[in-house]
């Protein structure tokens, strides 16, 4: 289905080629003085130069070609030459009609369909999940969920820190704490046990003694990093203990991305392309890429044109070890085996913007990606207390993803508890859970993912304003006021919405009439901001119309079925925006 823009930009294009002008200068934008009129098109001051032509005259003559077009109820020319256009309801109606009939409400096919891959998570296996954790899942998903939604096929990718040093440390602590058990034994050769030798309590706790120990102990980190090694190189009880610690770790990483509603489609991990890593060297060694510096090996990535300094990009240190980097190339490298991608977008923390500014052109310099494949990091911003600095627990410490969730949702419980006093606890309970979810997400969703902001509770929560909340809370009103429409005999197939009969009706109708555009702006920019920011004018309109309109008490039923329609394509485009945004709604809260 056509945008209504284009739909309208067409029309008006026609007129132009009528009064004999360039169609070009046809294109129409949203009004940007909506006390005047819907939309506008600005053409006739561009014509004016090529015609030598007043810009009214010019307005006039399209606005002369527009007086019986279907599609307007107004058109009008005013100085110095703008056309202002108001929509006809009947045109709009049906627009609306079309689109509710239609699947994704009109959201066709792209015009080349991608391969994307999303690579969003980054948990590092045996360290707790953190604030720090929060907003790749959440925002990654988003993403995810609207690429795929405006017809994409896209693949989300965990990628683990599954390699990484705090393995090496809680192999550390565990030797110290059971140095009898057969993993530390070079002598041993029978089979290890197949049970982990700690819980996912006992694993986090060793991992924060250890790490404390490490960042004052000089001969701990030696030890960590020794053991590091050891299960890198496939010492067998080393790499059976990395197997352990991945087999622990990996279900309550999943539950806690369960909660978040976060769903991976891989679960890969930086471990799964460490055997690339040495042919990948070899490569950029031999094709003259890769350098010696200092000990070093590296790959000159600055160009002629950059305006800051890009130091070189870092394949091996000067012991040989690999880094992040050399991890993230040969992921691409495998990712472009395995997938092609006509793109590869990261989501981490702004700070790693230089990372991947490197990463990505010594993949395109040393012929890793194809030429063509889009490589995009989307840095995020921190997520802050309301100090304006970063979010802390109360005893300064990192908090962690569960509790954060827990705060949100047990704020939550006990509004819902205030104002629905009939719920039962456990009904309190679940809906608590969904709408502090929302209430999450939006918080951050509603920001430019660049931006800081601040993580309050208390606004978060709140049902008024721009928040989750006040959303779903658009989205419980249309759903009883539906209930109440059935349970009255009303059927709710077969509706067609009518023509608007109030300026707030016709708002909420191009406000709906606005979606298809809405979604080829967030999946062009990659922004959930932009489906925030289209719900909560949304719902702004939709309860102003609330406000003004009898529904269940309307007694014209034809006119009352019409209203019924319209609130249930509201209710339709209300619920996908919240599925692209990655939560849903409770039946009532
Ligand atoms: N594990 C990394 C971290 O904690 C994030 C990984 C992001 N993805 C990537 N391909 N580098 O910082």
Same mark, same amino acid.
């Given at each position: 289905?056509?945008?209504i823009?284009?739909?309208?930009?067409? +029309?008006?294009?026609?007129?132009?080629?009528?009064?004999?002008?360039?169609?070009?200068?046809?294109?129409?934008?949203?009004?940007?003085?909506?006390?005047?009129?819907?939309?506008?098109? /600005?053409?006739?001051?561009?014509? $004016?130069?090529?015609?030598?032509?007043?810009?009214?005259?010019i307005?006039?003559?399209?606005?002369?070609?527009?007086q019986? %077009?279907?599609?307007?109820?107004?058109?009008s020319?005013?100085?110095?030459?703008?056309?202002?256009?108001?929509?006809?309801?009947?045109?709009?109606?049906?627009?609306? /009609?079309?689109?509710? $009939?239609?699947?994704?409400?009109?959201?066709?096919?792209?015009?080349?369909?991608e391969?994307?891959?999303?690579?969003?998570?980054?948990?590092?296996?045996?360290?707790?999940?953190?604030?720090?954790?929060?907003?790749?899942?959440?925002?990654?998903e988003s993403?995810?969920?609207?690429?795929?939604?405006?017809?994409?096929?896209?693949?989300?990718?965990?990628?683990?820190?599954?390699?990484?040093?705090?393995?090496?440390? *809680?192999?550390?602590?565990? +030797? @110290?704490?059971?140095?009898?058990?057969?993993?530390?034994?070079?002598?041993?050769?029978? @089979?290890?046990p197949?049970?982990?030798?700690?819980?996912?309590?006992?694993?986090?706790?060793?991992?924060?003694?250890a790490?404390?120990k490490?960042?004052?102990?000089?001969a701990c980190?030696?030890?960590?990093?020794?053991?590091?090694?050891?299960? #890198?190189?496939? &010492?067998?009880g080393?790499?059976?203990?990395?197997?352990?610690?991945?087999?622990?770790?990996l279900?309550?990483?999943? +539950?806690?991305?369960?909660?978040? %509603?976060?769903?991976?489609?891989?679960w890969?991990?930086?471990?799964d &392309? #460490?055997?690339?890593i040495?042919?990948?060297?070899e490569?950029?060694?031999?094709?003259?890429f890769?350098h010696?510096?200092?000990?070093a090996?590296? &790959?000159?990535?600055?160009?002629?044109?950059?305006?800051?300094?890009?130091?070189?990009?870092?394949?091996?240190?000067?012991?040989?070890a690999?880094?992040?980097?050399?991890?993230?190339l040969?992921?691409?490298?495998?990712?472009? #085996?395995?997938?092609?991608?006509?793109?590869?977008?990261?989501?981490t923390?702004?700070?790693?913007?230089?990372?991947?500014?490197?990463?990505?052109?010594? $993949?395109?310099?040393?012929g890793?990606? @194809?030429?063509?494949?889009?490589?995009?990091h989307?840095?995020?911003?921190? *997520?802050?207390?309301?100090?304006?600095?970063?979010?802390?627990?109360?005893?300064?410490?990192?908090?962690?993803?569960? %509790?954060?969730? @827990?705060?949100?949702?047990?704020?939550?419980?006990?509004?819902?508890?205030?104002?629905?006093?009939?719920?039962?606890?456990?009904?309190?309970r679940?809906?608590?859970?969904?709408?502090?979810? $929302?209430?999450?997400?939006?918080?951050?969703?509603? %920001?430019?993912?660049?931006?800081?902001? &601040?993580?309050? *509770?208390?606004?978060?929560?709140?049902?008024?304003?721009d928040?989750?909340?006040?959303?779903?809370y658009?989205?419980?009103?249309?759903?009883?006021?539906?209930?109440?429409?059935?349970?009255?005999?009303?059927?709710?197939?077969?509706?067609?919405?009518?023509?608007?009969?109030?300026?707030e009706?016709k708002?909420?109708?191009?406000?709906?009439?606005?979606?298809?555009?809405? *979604?080829?702006?967030?999946?062009?920019e990659?922004?959930? /901001?932009?489906?925030?920011?289209?719900?909560?004018?949304?719902?702004?309109?939709? /309860?102003?119309?609330?406000?003004?309109?009898?529904?269940?008490a309307e +007694?014209?039923?034809?006119?009352?079925?019409?209203?019924?329609?319209l609130?249930?394509?509201?209710?339709?485009?209300?619920?996908?925006?919240?599925g692209l945004l990655?939560?849903?709604?409770?039946?009532?809260?």
């Amino acid at each position: 289905m056509d945008k209504i823009l284009d739909v309208i930009s067409g +029309e008006v294009k026609k007129a132009f080629e009528t009064a004999g002008y360039d169609g070009e200068l046809g294109r129409v934008t949203l009004s940007n003085r909506p006390d005047l009129c819907e939309y506008q098109c /600005n053409g006739s001051l561009a014509g $004016a130069k090529k015609y030598h032509k007043a810009p009214l005259m010019i307005a006039q003559g399209v606005a002369e070609a527009l007086q019986e %077009n279907p599609v307007f109820a107004e058109v009008s020319a005013v100085a110095p030459g703008f056309l202002n256009l108001k929509l006809s309801e009947d045109f709009l109606s049906g627009y609306l /009609n079309e689109m509710a $009939a239609s699947e994704k409400f009109g959201v066709g096919e792209p015009e080349k369909k991608e391969t994307i891959i999303i690579d969003y998570g980054g948990p590092n296996v045996a360290k707790p999940l953190h604030v720090g954790h929060l907003r790749p899942a959440i925002i990654g998903e988003s993403v995810k969920r609207i690429l795929r939604y405006a017809g994409h096929n896209v693949i989300g990718d965990v990628h683990l820190g599954d390699w990484g040093l705090q393995m090496g440390q *809680v192999i550390m602590e565990l +030797e @110290e704490r059971q140095p009898e058990l057969p993993y530390f034994d070079e002598n041993y050769e029978g @089979e290890y046990p197949k049970e982990p030798p700690f819980t996912v309590a006992e694993m986090g706790e060793m991992y924060a003694a250890a790490s404390a120990k490490c960042k004052t102990d000089e001969a701990c980190k030696a030890r960590a990093l020794e053991n590091t090694r050891k299960f #890198q190189n496939g &010492v067998r009880g080393y790499r059976a203990l990395w197997k352990h610690i991945m087999d622990v770790s990996l279900p309550d990483i999943k +539950e806690n991305y369960d909660r978040l %509603n976060v769903e991976f489609d891989l679960w890969k991990g930086e471990s799964d &392309v #460490q055997d690339l890593i040495p042919g990948m060297v070899e490569k950029m060694k031999q094709e003259g890429f890769a350098h010696e510096s200092e000990g070093a090996l590296v &790959v000159d990535v600055k160009e002629e044109t950059d305006t800051k300094e890009i130091p070189p990009c870092i394949i091996l240190k000067s012991d040989g070890a690999s880094l992040y980097s050399t991890t993230d190339l040969a992921t691409l490298e495998e990712r472009t #085996q395995n997938y092609h991608p006509d793109s590869v977008i990261y989501i981490t923390d702004k700070r790693q913007a230089m990372h991947f500014e490197q990463v990505f052109r010594c $993949a395109r310099k040393t012929g890793l990606v @194809e030429p063509e494949t889009r490589l995009v990091h989307i840095g995020f911003g921190t *997520v802050n207390g309301k100090d304006g600095k970063p979010f802390k627990t109360r005893e300064g410490g990192v908090p962690r993803l569960e %509790n954060l969730i @827990e705060e949100i949702d047990d704020e939550m419980y006990r509004k819902i508890r205030e104002s629905r006093r009939e719920l039962s606890d456990e009904d309190a309970r679940r809906t608590a859970d969904i709408v502090g979810l $929302a209430a999450l997400k939006y918080g951050d969703l509603s %920001n430019q993912a660049a931006k800081d902001y &601040v993580f309050d *509770v208390d606004r978060f929560t709140s049902f008024e304003g721009d928040t989750g909340p006040y959303i779903l809370y658009t989205i419980v009103r249309i759903k009883s006021i539906l209930e109440k429409y059935t349970q009255q005999g009303g059927s709710l197939s077969g509706l067609s919405i009518l023509p608007a009969r109030n300026p707030e009706e016709k708002a909420l109708m191009l406000e709906l009439s606005g979606f298809q555009a809405m *979604v080829a702006g967030a999946s062009k920019e990659l922004a959930p /901001n932009r489906v925030c920011a289209y719900i909560y004018d949304l719902s702004n309109a939709f /309860n102003r119309f609330y406000h003004e309109t009898k529904i269940i008490a309307e +007694e014209d039923e034809a006119r009352k079925a019409g209203l019924i329609a319209l609130l249930m394509l509201t209710k339709g485009v209300l619920e996908d925006c919240i599925g692209l945004l990655g939560f849903s709604a409770p039946d009532r809260m």
